[in-house]
């Protein structure tokens, strides 16, 4: 069976239940939409630079959990055609995660080092970090929960997480929909509280699907840069099989991504 996942929900799940403070209403509803076991997903990525010029990326994305709740997951970009086939890949791993890139024209992998954690994913406001609380697995060394506030007239929780060294933010605050569990506003802070970017969910883009609300859209914006990347799901499955040597960073350079699987 096949179900849809929600994105912001991914991004906190590591993170949330890791702190007892979270209530637990979220983070029963954080566990009731992570898939078991694994998720394939086809996004667009709109880019969009200060002068208004946009970019439109293509791709699929293929998240596999792992025994100890490890998780890997890949990225296979099929437009625009001069980074088609474009690749890359998260592996969880402990004190941090092991990331690698593949581009085509280059016929090599790179592994991206921390150095280069906050540098832009092929032009979009995503980082290599960004992805990797986006799929939730990154987690922070200290999480506490703020007083519930209303926002745009929605009532909400808000969660304050503080990440360990090394990364390119001081602190991140999520505000989750008490009516729907899902992230509405996600504030990136760099140091010295500097807010730098923010990624949002139009309640209108939230669709109900079976027991669950589905965000269709998700818009990160850069303050400081003045640009922004729209992320459009357009369509995803759960819990389907997904060969290992998917994720084999030595089978980059040959891999051919599967077809997205419904139902």
Not at 81 to 96: K, S, W
Not at 159 to 170: A, T
Request: aromatic residues 8%; glycine residues 4%; negative net charge.
């Amino acid at each position: 069976m096949y179900k849809l996942v929600l994105f912001p929900l991914l991004w906190l799940y590591a993170t949330l239940t890791l702190a007892a403070e979270v209530p637990e209403v979220v983070r029963v509803c954080l566990e009731k939409n992570t898939p078991a076991t694994s998720s394939v997903q086809s996004v667009e990525l709109r880019a969009r630079d200060r002068s208004g010029y946009e970019q439109i990326l293509q791709a699929d994305a293929y998240w596999k959990r792992y025994p100890e709740n490890r998780s890997k997951i890949l990225m296979y970009f099929h437009e625009p055609v001069d980074i088609r086939g474009a690749r890359f890949l998260i592996i969880e791993n402990t004190p941090q995660n092991d990331m690698y890139m593949y581009m085509p024209g280059l016929f090599k992998v790179r592994k991206i080092t921390s150095k280069r954690i906050s540098s832009s994913i092929l032009g979009t406001d995503f980082s290599y970090e960004d992805y990797e609380r986006l799929h939730g697995i990154f987690t922070d060394s200290r999480v506490e929960q703020s007083p519930d506030e209303v926002l745009d007239g929605r009532p909400v929780h808000v969660i304050n997480s503080y990440p360990e060294e090394g990364s390119g933010y001081e602190k991140i605050t999520t505000y989750i929909d008490i009516e729907t569990c899902v992230s509405l506003k996600t504030e990136l802070f760099e140091n010295e509280h500097q807010l730098r970017k923010v990624l949002t969910v139009e309640p209108d883009d939230i669709k109900k699907e079976g027991d669950i609300h589905v965000p269709l859209v998700l818009l990160m914006k850069d303050l400081r840069d003045k640009t922004e990347t729209r992320l459009v799901v357009q369509e995803i499955s759960t819990d389907v099989p997904l060969e290992d040597d998917l994720f084999d960073p030595e089978q980059l350079k040959q891999q051919k991504a599967p077809p997205i699987q419904t139902e």
